[in-house]
C-alpha cells in the first residue's frame, strides 16, 4: 500500500511538472533560445551543485526542472545544465533551450542533423553544435546546416559546406548524470564523436560497432558486406564471360580462314 502511494505522488508530482512545463513553455522566451558564451570550464560544470529549484539557477540551461532518464533506466527529475565544450576552446557554451539537444538532432533511422542556433553573444551569427563523423556522413546518416567557414562549427571543422567532427578536438556535452544515486553534472562525448564505450557518449547515446556516439533510435544499420561481394563476383563472371566469348570468336575467325 505505501509502495502504491509512492507511485501515485511521483505519478501526481509529475503531473503538476508537466502542467507548469506546458503553463511556462507558453510564455517562454524564444529570445533566449540559443548558445550563451560563458567562462565556465568542463571542471567547473562538474562542480556544479544540482538544483531543481524553481526557478533553476541561472547556470542551468532552461528556467524548469525536467524529467531524465538513467543508463540503467532510473527515472529522476532536475534541472538542466547544457553546456558544449572542446579541448581547443576550454571555455564552454551554453545551449540555452527548454529540451536536449538530441531531441533536435536526431531523427528516424538514427540520422543526425546539425542544426544552427543563434549565438545570443553576438548579432547576426550562427553556431552549428553538431558534427558529422566522416563515417556516417559518407553514408548519409549525418548532415549539418550549411557552414562557410570554420567558425561556423562548434568543431572548428568546416568541409565543403559540411561541420565535420575533429579528431583532436572533440565536442563534449554536458548534462545531469544519476549515478550511485547521486545526481551530478557531467560532460560526455558528443554525438558523431569517436568513443571507446557506451559510458562514453552523453545523452544515454550507444557506442556502436564503428566506435561513434549514436542515439540508436533503432539498430544502427551497416553497408551490407555480402551485397558488395555479390556485385564483385557477377563483374568477375561478365569478365570471364567477355574473355570466353572473345577467345571463341578469334578461335572462330582463325578457324574461317
Ligand atoms: C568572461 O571573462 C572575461 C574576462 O574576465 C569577461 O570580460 C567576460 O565578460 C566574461 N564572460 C562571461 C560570460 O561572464
Ligand atoms: C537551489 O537554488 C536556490 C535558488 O537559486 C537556492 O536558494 C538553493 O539554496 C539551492 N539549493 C541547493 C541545494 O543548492
Ligand atoms: C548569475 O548569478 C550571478 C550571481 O547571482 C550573477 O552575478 C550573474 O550575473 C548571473 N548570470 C547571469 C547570466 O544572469
Ligand atoms: C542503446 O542500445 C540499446 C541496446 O542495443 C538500446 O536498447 C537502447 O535504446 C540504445 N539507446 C540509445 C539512447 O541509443
Redesign the pocket.
Known amino acids: 500500500m505505501a509502495m502504491l502511494n509512492i507511485k501515485n505522488n511521483n505519478k501526481l508530482f509529475h503531473l503538476i511538472i508537466y502542467l507548469i512545463v506546458a503553463l511556462q513553455t507558453f510564455g517562454y522566451d524564444g529570445s533566449k533560445f540559443g548558445v550563451f558564451h560563458t567562462n565556465y570550464t568542463i571542471k567547473d560544470i562538474e562542480n556544479f551543485k544540482v538544483n531543481n529549484s524553481y526557478p533553476c539557477p541561472n547556470e542551468s540551461s532552461f528556467n524548469i526542472a525536467d524529467n531524465f532518464i538513467s543508463r540503467e533506466g532510473e527515472e529522476f527529475t532536475t534541472c538542466d545544465y547544457q553546456y558544449l565544450c572542446n579541448k581547443k576552446n576550454e571555455k564552454c557554451i551554453l545551449f540555452n533551450s527548454p529540451s536536449r539537444l538530441a531531441e533536435y538532432s536526431s531523427q528516424y533511422e538514427n540520422i543526425v542533423k546539425g542544426n544552427a542556433y543563434n549565438d545570443l553573444d553576438e548579432e547576426n551569427k550562427e553556431i552549428i553544435l553538431v558534427s558529422c563523423s566522416k563515417e556516417r556522413f559518407k553514408r548519409n546518416k549525418c548532415s549539418t546546416d550549411t557552414c562557410t567557414k570554420n567558425e561556423d562549427c562548434f568543431s572548428d571543422n568546416c568541409v565543403n559546406g559540411v561541420c565535420m567532427t575533429n579528431k583532436e578536438n572533440p565536442i563534449y556535452l554536458c548534462g545531469p548524470v544519476k549515478e550511485n544515486s547521486e545526481i551530478k553534472v557531467k560532460c560526455l562525448l558528443s554525438f558523431e564523436e569517436k568513443c571507446n564505450e557506451n559510458k562514453d557518449c552523453a545523452d544515454?547515446?550507444?557506442c556502436t560497432k564503428d566506435k561513434l556516439c549514436?542515439?540508436?533510435k533503432e539498430?544502427e544499420s551497416y553497408p551490407e558486406k555480402s551485397s558488395i561481394f555479390i556485385v564483385i563476383f557477377a563483374i568477375l563472371i561478365i569478365l570471364a564471360l567477355i574473355f570466353v566469348a572473345f577467345k571463341f570468336f578469334q578461335w572462330k575467325k582463325h578457324a574461317n580462314n
Open positions: 544515454n547515446a550507444n549514436v542515439i540508436e539498430p
